[in-house]
């Protein structure tokens, strides 16, 4: 679930209560707008930041970077610096004079601040004024010392024009395939909701919405699994008089899941009322128990049935195809009144039980937030023979680290396989009722986590599919900032558009670099090609990390000259192009045209529904001259993105 951890730079929030404060008993019959916030909300908001438990130690420090280098740019700096071996990822810090103080630079995402790689656009600047910078590097144990190096830039005013930056493709380099990171997993609300029997926001029928939201990403995006949270729910489990366990309603809920043609990544989550320590720890408006529990033994027993029971009712070689994920966020004391190592008896518990009803199970954990305890839970593993498929964790507002070094590490060091990485929540923030989710400054950020993801990770899995969506109260109104790619009544959000652009993209992976203003920092792009090279799509976008600007920035608009060489020499080719933008893929735009407000009436529902769509826009055919290049200029503001498709004739 997502979060919103302190900054890496500030110190641990003191110990908080034991016990979450009661949220009504009693849900109402049909959910209504919450100008006041719930009880669980309230409780949330002020404890989403505290750690559960000191984390262990991490990696061995590793150097800092070298190379530091700034560029001016239009409305940014622009910074480079060569990658550290074993680092994670590299925290930047400013200052305002060469003597310092340098502090992290926050771009204002809500969570982890440190990037995955270089290069950086700091868009938090003035122009014509300097700014000096130093980069650490971070490791899971956090930041190490600061670079020695400082590097200053200047930003500059924008001109009459937007800046140039051009996207060169060779289309006659071998390509490499394109990892899917994007559709292997996507996140949702609670799997019960699929029978939810009371009225849903805005009247919808959110059992009927959430089924349908789940064919559109598996049919438009490529979905291909879903990590939903509280397998173990009240109305999914419960314990019979003679202790054996009753999922007969997990089974109505599964039953009707997996008629999607979807597969669950089954989040072995959260705990049993008859299972718990504390019953009265919970989370959430429908008050999950997030307590540790009275008897390891008993967890242990409730994971293995559980296995054996979904082995019974929809085949072996099914379930083995299935990932279980050990808890959530286990690290947030908002979530687990434990401490670490009760997390890490919780995984050694489960994933025994999982492994004893079929070792080829696939079980993974912390499922952390913050990108936190990774390398504390491989080293558990490692002193304790105990297996982890998957190591996974979550980080909102950021592209994903790279954790490949800790999982290198564990492989070399045990013998084992190494395990895989999947990020099993990932968004442009970790707040409800963001605005920013309903953006089109979110669009161009899911393609630029996405790109960074495909090197690094298995699965970058966006947090969630559909609006509706009841953790700390249902939705007030139809734009309320929800986590969904689909709204209520499941409209299209730009960040939907944006997977459903890169899911367009056809073959394998071709060559492309940026030169330019800004160029792989705000400006990026992918390229792809058919095997006969009869076709080329180019994948373009203009975005930052910098918050302060999900309204736009004028300033960052880029012109983008689109070349593409190793074509065949004098062959036409016909030109389509999509895009997103304000004024192209933005429902909310839409919807604030027609008069905006609370819900559509039907008249509005209809002229949402008639909007709903991202055509493609045919452009004049281009013609390949004898060095069998074209050339195609596109406007790039920012926020935006533009996919350019090349057919031959």
């Not at 979450?20 to 009880?39: I, L, M, N, Q, W």
């Not at 373009?540 to 300033?555: E, F, P, Y």
Request: hydrophobic residues 40%; proline residues 9%; aromatic residues 8%.
């Amino acid at each position: 679930m997502p979060e919103k951890p302190a900054a890496p730079a500030h110190p641990a929030a003191p110990d908080a209560p034991t016990a979450v404060p009661d949220a009504p008993t009693a849900a109402p019959d049909a959910p209504t707008a919450v100008p006041e916030k719930s009880a669980a909300r309230s409780d949330w908001e002020q404890r989403i930041g505290k750690p559960s438990d000191t984390r262990l130690t991490g990696t061995a420090a590793v150097a800092a970077p070298a190379g530091l280098r700034a560029e001016d740019g239009t409305g940014l700096v622009r910074l480079d610096w060569r990658p550290v071996a074993g680092a994670l990822g590299y925290l930047v810090h400013r200052a305002d004079s060469p003597e310092g103080p340098f502090t992290p630079l926050d771009h204002l995402g809500g969570d982890v601040l440190a990037v995955p790689h270089p290069p950086y656009a700091d868009t938090l600047v003035e122009p014509g004024r300097a700014y000096h910078y130093k980069v650490a590097s971070w490791t899971d144990d956090g930041a190490g010392p600061l670079g020695a190096e400082t590097a200053t830039g200047t930003p500059e005013a924008p001109g009459e024009a937007p800046a140039a930056v051009e996207v060169a493709v060779d289309a006659a380099a071998p390509t490499s395939p394109l990892p899917r990171v994007w559709n292997r997993i996507i996140g949702a609300e609670h799997l019960s909701l699929l029978l939810w029997d009371k009225p849903g926001p805005g009247g919808s029928d959110t059992a009927a919405e959430y089924h349908e939201a789940l064919g559109k990403v598996r049919d438009e995006l490529g979905v291909r699994a879903v990590r939903a949270h509280g397998t173990f729910l009240p109305e999914t489990v419960s314990v019979r008089p003679d202790g054996s366990f009753d999922f007969s309603g997990l089974d109505e809920v599964y039953d009707r899941f997996l008629a999607t043609g979807l597969k669950p990544v089954v989040e072995l989550s959260f705990m049993p009322e008859e299972l718990a320590k504390d019953p009265g720890y919970t989370v959430f408006d429908y008050k999950a128990l997030v307590s540790t529990p009275t008897s390891w033994e008993r967890w242990g027993e409730l994971c293995h049935a559980l296995v054996v029971h979904l082995q019974e009712r929809y085949g072996r070689d099914e379930v083995a195809g299935w990932e279980f994920e050990v808890w959530n966020e286990a690290n947030l004391e908002v979530f687990w009144n434990g401490t670490q190592d009760d997390y890490h008896l919780l995984y050694a518990y489960a994933v025994r039980a999982v492994k004893a009803a079929d070792p080829r199970i696939r079980v993974g954990g912390p499922s952390s937030a913050a990108a936190g305890w990774v390398g504390a839970l491989l080293e558990y593993c490692r002193a304790e023979d105990l297996p982890v498929d998957f190591v996974s964790t979550h980080t909102y507002g950021n592209a994903p680290l790279d954790f490949r070094p800790l999982t290198r590490a564990y492989a070399e060091a045990t013998g084992r396989p190494e395990p895989e990485i999947l990020w099993t929540e990932w968004g442009v923030t970790p707040t409800h009722f963001h605005p920013v989710s309903d953006s089109v400054f979110s669009a161009p950020f899911v393609l630029r986590g996405m790109k960074s993801a495909l090197a690094s990770t298995d699965a970058l899995a966006y947090w969630v599919a559909t609006d509706q969506f009841e953790e700390l109260g249902w939705p007030p109104k139809l734009f309320h900032g929800g986590f969904g790619l689909l709204t209520v009544g499941n409209l299209r959000k730009p960040r939907y558009w944006a997977l459903w652009l890169l899911n367009q993209l056809a073959g394998d992976r071709a060559p492309v670099a940026v030169s330019g203003d800004g160029a792989d920092a705000t400006v990026e792009a992918l390229a792809t090609r058919a095997e006969d090279g009869s076709a080329v799509d180019v994948l373009v976008w203009n975005g930052t990390l910098d918050q302060s600007k999900v309204a736009g920035a004028a300033a960052l608009g880029r012109s983008a000259t689109v070349r593409v060489t190793g074509l065949e020499p004098g062959a036409r080719y016909a030109v389509s192009a999509y895009r997103v933008d304000e004024a192209h893929g933005n429902i909310q735009a839409v919807w604030e045209e027609i008069g905006g407000g609370d819900w559509p009436d039907a008249p509005q529902w209809a002229k949402l529904r008639e909007a709903d769509r991202l055509p493609a826009e045919p452009l004049a055919p281009v013609l390949a001259d004898a060095a069998g290049t074209v050339r195609v200029e596109v406007e790039l503001p920012m926020p935006g993105i533009r996919l350019l498709g090349l057919r031959r004739a």
